[in-house]
């Protein structure tokens, strides 16, 4: 599908279910069928929209970097997104309050959030990477599906906003402090994400294609192939990709993590209506 008049009544369509709450059948399960490259086109035309209504966009989302999730939903590479102002929150308080009204089916997902002093290299190794990077803090992402029962292809989400709701941000810590080797710790830490109290699922790093240093690069790979969108720039958040599975959320519950093997504080935040 590359009518442009077609791309932009989907964009309008989804725009207005993410606005609404609601949830529509998937895109490619229309007919004239719908790829990767219109479904950015799709992306791009929400993000326009979203900027006209005076949302500023401060760095981007990385999703599908888990390849239990990929294989979850039969998605084959990693996708990405933006994040607004609107949509970023510092999580300073003992356990967060976040309120899942504005959600449509909404998931968690414990991520490492990385802050761009200056805009990393195209082709650049792990260690070039981090010397660009200046905090790196632990964070919940909120994710959502407009697409009900988390039935979908992997054009579907990108258009989708890849997914995003929300980024709940703990407290950052410079880059040198994660660790005597950070790009190591990045790489071999460990994560238990509880429910209630109770371990639900547990990950590494290394879940994050291998390293969320290697998801970056991987991001940075991907938008030096689109140049309909800019590289990544000094001042950007990049949020990771998930350690563990993504895990249905309810009002009520509250979730916790701790994280061993690198210095980074665990997060609290509890789900209400």
């Known amino acids: 599908m590359t009518d442009p008049s077609a791309l932009t009544a989907i964009a309008r369509r989804l725009k207005a279910a993410q606005d609404d709450v609601r949830q529509l059948e998937p895109i490619t399960s229309q007919p004239g069928g719908f790829g990767i490259d219109a479904a950015y086109e799709v992306a791009h035309l929400i993000h326009a929209a979203r900027m006209a209504d005076g949302a500023v966009p401060v ?4 999703g599908f970097t888990n390849a239990a999730v ?18 970023v929150a510092a999580v300073t308080n003992q356990v967060h309050k976040c309120s899942l009204g504005r959600f449509a089916e909404p998931r968690i997902e414990p991520e ?3 802050h761009f002093r200056s805009a990393p290299p195209a082709g650049g190794d792990l260690p070039a990477i981090l010397g660009c990077i200046d905090w790196v803090a632990h964070g919940f992402e909120i994710v959502q599906t407009h697409f009900p029962g988390w039935k979908f292809q992997a054009a ?15 407290a950052p810590q410079p880059a040198e402090r994660l660790g005597a080797d950070p790009v190591a710790a990045l790489e071999r830490f460990s994560l238990a994400l509880s429910c209630n109290g109770a371990v639900r699922d547990t990950g590494t790093g290394r879940n994050v294609l291998g390293s969320p240093l290697a998801a970056l690069a ?25 350690i563990t599975s993504a895990l249905p959320v309810r009002a009520g519950e509250t979730w916790s993590t701790e994280l061993a093997g690198i210095a980074l504080p665990g997060l609290s935040v509890e789900f209400v209506a």
């Open 112 to 114: 490492i959030v990385v």
């Open 70 to 87: 990929q294989s979850q939903y039969g998605v084959r590479e990693p996708i990405w997104g933006f994040v607004y102002d609107t949509t």
């Open 218 to 242: 991987h991001l940075i790979a991907v938008l030096a192939r689109q140049p309909q969108y800019r590289t990544l720039q000094a001042g950007e958040i990049v949020t990771t990709g998930t």
């Open 59 to 62: 760095g981007r989302k990385i």
């Open 156 to 170: 579907d989400t990108i258009a989708d906003s890849a997914l995003h709701g929300t980024l709940l941000v703990g």
